[in-house]
């Protein structure tokens, strides 16, 4: 696939709306019925469904991140698009995203994360949530 692909550009301004926590691109990039599933599938994490969910759900850690980094590699025998994430937790991750895309919006994500620290991840963030509140 070509760098100046339409589907590329799409990708990119993805992961760079991430990355800089640019929900209104975000928006515009989503389908509204987008579905993100992160993998793999021993993490027993069910699929965020619909773009406002996801949005929410980021801005919901986006508080904990503070910088996203994001290299690429295309037009390569093995393309990956890696992003590495340092924020309060005080970590470094590569992440893997397959992109796909219709109708000019991105209809679906898969996410590849190492699972050992998405376990801790998820770990820290029950930590900052509190209890539900007795009947």
Known sequence: ?????????????MLSALGSQDF?????????????????????????VGREVA????????????R?????ALDAAKAVDTVTTDGKFNFTNEYIFTVYIADGVIVKL??????????SFGAYLATLTPPPASA
């Open 110 to 119: 898969k996410e590849f994360t190492d699972s050992a620290f998405a376990l």
């Open 1 to 13: 696939m070509s760098s100046s692909s339409a589907n590329v550009q799409l990708a990119l301004s």
């Open 24 to 48: 209104a691109t975000l928006e515009k990039v989503w389908a509204p019925a987008l579905e993100w599933q992160i993998l793999p599938a021993s993490l027993n994490r069910p699929p965020t």
């Open 68 to 72: 996203v980094n994001v290299s690429t």
């Open 55 to 66: 949005i929410e759900a980021l801005k919901g850690i986006g508080s904990i991140l503070k």
